[in-house]
C-alpha cells in the first residue's frame, strides 16, 4: 500500500481542489518535486512525469505568452497517468487548458496561496519524512542527556528495566520493545513508537504500565535520532571484554552505522548508571575529549621514558 497519496497532501497543507478529482488517490513515489519550465517551453524529453509538478508566476507568466494551440498541447503533454498531482502556488488562476486536460486524464490539479519557494521546500521535507526508508528493530529507545540510546539485546536480558531506571532518573522513554526507525538523510536515522504501544513499558512480573501516566508528560517523547547502541548481553566469563574504549564497534541500520557497546550484565551491576555515563562520554568525544586515547598516549610516554632510562 502505497505511503503517500496526493490527497494526503490534500489534507496536510490545506489546498485547493481545482480540478481532476478522479485520481485525488494516485499513489506518490517519489519525494521530489519538478518545476516544469522546460516542459512548457516544448522539451520534453526527459520529463520527470512521476513527480510532483509545480507551477508557480514564473512558469505561468511565460505560459501565456505562447499560442493557443502551443498551451493546449502542452497542459496535454504535462498531464499523464502517473503524474500525482499539478499544484499552481501564489493562489494564481489556474489555466482552463490545464483544467481541461486534467479532466480528461484525471490528474488532480491543486492551489496554494503559499509562495513557490516555500511551498517547494515544505512539500519537500513532508515527503523526505513520509517516504524515508523505514524499518522495526526490537529494543528500546531512551533520552539519555540528549542522546538517543538504542538499547538492544536477548527478550528477559533486562532492557525495559534498565529503562525504568533511567526514566525514573529523569530520563525519557521513546519507545518500548518495538522501534520504528526512519533514515531521514544518508547518516540520520530517527526512532519512534508504534503508536499502539506509544509510551508503554512492560515489566515482567509486574505487566505493562503507562510511563507518561505514572511519571508525567516529562518523562516521554515521540521521537528522537538514534546516534548510540548500548547492546546487552549476559555475562560470559570465557569472553574479552573491552576494557579502554579504544575499540569502536558499529551496527549497521539501513544504510547508516551506528556506534555500538556491548555491556555483560549480571547481578549488582547498575546498568542505568552505566548507560549514563556512556552517553555522556559519548558527547565528550564528539566535543574531543577521548578518555581512553589520552590514557593510551600517556601509557606509552611512561614506557617510552622507562626504555631511554
Given at each position: 500500500m502505497?505511503?503517500v497519496?496526493t490527497?494526503d497532501i490534500?489534507e496536510q497543507?490545506?489546498?485547493?481542489?481545482i480540478?481532476?478529482e478522479?485520481?485525488?488517490?494516485r499513489p506518490?513515489t517519489?519525494?521530489?518535486i519538478s518545476?516544469?519550465?522546460?516542459?512548457?517551453?516544448?522539451y520534453f524529453?526527459?520529463?520527470p512525469?512521476e513527480?510532483i509538478?509545480l507551477?508557480?508566476?514564473t512558469e505561468l507568466?511565460?505560459?501565456?505568452?505562447?499560442s493557443p494551440s502551443?498551451?493546449a498541447s502542452?497542459?496535454?503533454?504535462l498531464?499523464?497517468?502517473?503524474?500525482p498531482?499539478?499544484?499552481?502556488t501564489?493562489?494564481?488562476?489556474?489555466?482552463?487548458?490545464l483544467?481541461?486536460a486534467?479532466e480528461?486524464e484525471?490528474?488532480?490539479?491543486?492551489?496554494?496561496?503559499?509562495?513557490t519557494?516555500?511551498?517547494?521546500?515544505r512539500?519537500?521535507n513532508?515527503?523526505?519524512?513520509k517516504?524515508a526508508?523505514t524499518?522495526?528493530?526490537?529494543?528500546v529507545?531512551v533520552d539519555?542527556?540528549g542522546i538517543?540510546?538504542?538499547?538492544t539485546?536477548k527478550?528477559g536480558?533486562?532492557?525495559?528495566?534498565?529503562?525504568l531506571?533511567l526514566?525514573k532518573?529523569?530520563?525519557?522513554?521513546?519507545a518500548?520493545?518495538c522501534v520504528?526507525?526512519r533514515?531521514e538523510?544518508q547518516?540520520?536515522?530517527v526512532?519512534?513508537?508504534?503508536?499502539?504501544i506509544?509510551?508503554?513499558l512492560e515489566?515482567?512480573?509486574?505487566?505493562?504500565?503507562?510511563v507518561m501516566?505514572?511519571f508525567g508528560?516529562?518523562?516521554?517523547?515521540?521521537?528522537?535520532?538514534?546516534?548510540?547502541?548500548?547492546?546487552l548481553e549476559?555475562?560470559?566469563?570465557k569472553k574479552q571484554?573491552?576494557r579502554?574504549?579504544?575499540?569502536?564497534?558499529?551496527?549497521?541500520?539501513?544504510?547508516t552505522?551506528?556506534p555500538?557497546?556491548t555491556?555483560p550484565?549480571r547481578?549488582?551491576?547498575?546498568?542505568a548508571v552505566i548507560i549514563?555515563?556512556?552517553?555522556m562520554?559519548?558527547r565528550?568525544k564528539r566535543l574531543?575529549?577521548n578518555?581512553?586515547?589520552q590514557?593510551?598516549?600517556?601509557?606509552?610516554?611512561?614506557?617510552e621514558?622507562?626504555?631511554?632510562?
Amino acid at each position: 500500500m502505497p505511503k503517500v497519496r496526493t490527497k494526503d497532501i490534500l489534507e496536510q497543507f490545506q489546498l485547493e481542489l481545482i480540478s481532476g478529482e478522479e485520481g485525488i488517490n494516485r499513489p506518490i513515489t517519489v519525494s521530489d518535486i519538478s518545476r516544469p519550465g522546460i516542459e512548457i517551453a516544448g522539451y520534453f524529453e526527459f520529463y520527470p512525469a512521476e513527480r510532483i509538478q509545480l507551477l508557480g508566476k514564473t512558469e505561468l507568466s511565460f505560459f501565456q505568452e505562447l499560442s493557443p494551440s502551443d498551451r493546449a498541447s502542452r497542459m496535454e503533454r504535462l498531464c499523464t497517468d502517473v503524474t500525482p498531482a499539478i499544484i499552481v502556488t501564489r493562489g494564481i488562476e489556474v489555466p482552463d487548458e490545464l483544467i481541461e486536460a486534467s479532466e480528461r486524464e484525471s490528474v488532480p490539479v491543486l492551489r496554494t496561496n503559499m509562495v513557490t519557494t516555500r511551498f517547494s521546500s515544505r512539500l519537500t521535507n513532508f515527503l523526505e519524512s513520509k517516504l524515508a526508508p523505514t524499518t522495526a528493530v526490537h529494543g528500546v529507545l531512551v533520552d539519555v542527556y540528549g542522546i538517543g540510546v538504542l538499547i538492544t539485546g536477548k527478550s528477559g536480558v533486562g532492557k525495559s528495566e534498565t529503562a525504568l531506571e533511567l526514566v525514573k532518573r529523569g530520563h525519557r522513554l521513546v519507545a518500548d520493545d518495538c522501534v520504528e526507525i526512519r533514515q531521514e538523510d544518508q547518516d540520520t536515522l530517527v526512532g519512534s513508537s508504534p503508536d499502539l504501544i506509544e509510551h508503554l513499558l512492560e515489566i515482567r512480573g509486574l505487566g505493562i504500565i503507562n510511563v507518561m501516566t505514572l511519571f508525567g508528560a516529562g518523562a516521554v517523547r515521540s521521537h528522537k535520532r538514534i546516534t548510540l547502541i548500548m547492546n546487552l548481553e549476559i555475562w560470559d566469563a570465557k569472553k574479552q571484554y573491552d576494557r579502554l574504549g579504544l575499540d569502536e564497534e558499529k551496527m549497521k541500520i539501513i544504510d547508516t552505522e551506528i556506534p555500538r557497546l556491548t555491556v555483560p550484565v549480571r547481578p549488582g551491576r547498575n546498568l542505568a548508571v552505566i548507560i549514563e555515563v556512556a552517553a555522556m562520554n559519548f558527547r565528550l568525544k564528539r566535543l574531543g575529549v577521548n578518555a581512553a586515547q589520552q590514557f593510551t598516549d600517556r601509557l606509552a610516554d611512561v614506557i617510552e621514558e622507562g626504555d631511554q632510562e
